[in-house]
C-alpha cells in the first residue's frame, strides 16, 4: 500500500486510534451519566421547588382580600387555587416570582392595597386563561 503521510504521522494516527477504540466503551460512556443518587437528588429538589412556588401563588390568592377581589372579578377563588397546580413549570416559575415581587413590594410600601388587588385579580385571570387554553 501507498501511503501519502510521513512514516512518524502514520505511526501517531494508528497510536491515537488503537487507543480510541481499544478504551473500553462502558467506561467511557460513565464519565457522561448521573449516577441514580444524583437523579433522584434532581428531581427531588424540582418537586421541592414546584410545591413551594405553587404554595407562594396559592397563598396569595387565598386571603380575604384576594378572594373578595377575585369573586368582584367574576371568578371563582376555589377555581384559581385548584388551576395552579395545573400549570406548567416554566407558567409557574413566572407567576410565582410576579406574586412574591408584588407581595415584597406591597411590604416595602410601593403598592397600595388597591394596587396588590389589581395584580392580583391580573394573575388570577392569567391563570384561569392558561389553563382554559390548554
Known amino acids: 500500500m501507498v501511503s501519502f503521510l510521513p512514516r ?3 505511526m501517531l494516527m494508528s497510536t491515537l486510534l488503537i487507543a480510541v477504540f481499544a478504551a473500553p466503551g462502558p467506561l467511557m460512556a460513565q464519565s457522561h451519566v448521573a449516577s441514580p443518587a444524583e437523579i433522584q437528588k434532581q428531581v427531588l429538589a424540582a418537586g421541592q421547588t414546584r410545591q413551594h412556588q405553587e404554595d407562594t401563588v396559592k397563598q396569595f390568592v387565598s386571603s380575604p382580600e384576594a378572594a373578595k377581589a377575585i369573586k ?7 377555581r384559581v387555587k385548584s388551576a395552579v397546580s395545573a400549570l406548567s413549570d416554566q407558567e409557574l416559575t ?20 388597591r394596587d396588590l388587588l389589581l395584580i392580583l385579580v391580573g394573575i388570577a385571570i392569567l391563570i384561569l386563561l392558561i389553563v382554559a387554553i390548554r
Open 8 to 10: 512518524p504521522i502514520e
Open 72 to 78: 368582584a372579578a367574576g371568578m371563582d377563588p376555589t
Open 94 to 113: 413566572q407567576i410565582a416570582s410576579r406574586a412574591e415581587k408584588a407581595q415584597a413590594d406591597f411590604a416595602a410600601g410601593s403598592l397600595g392595597e
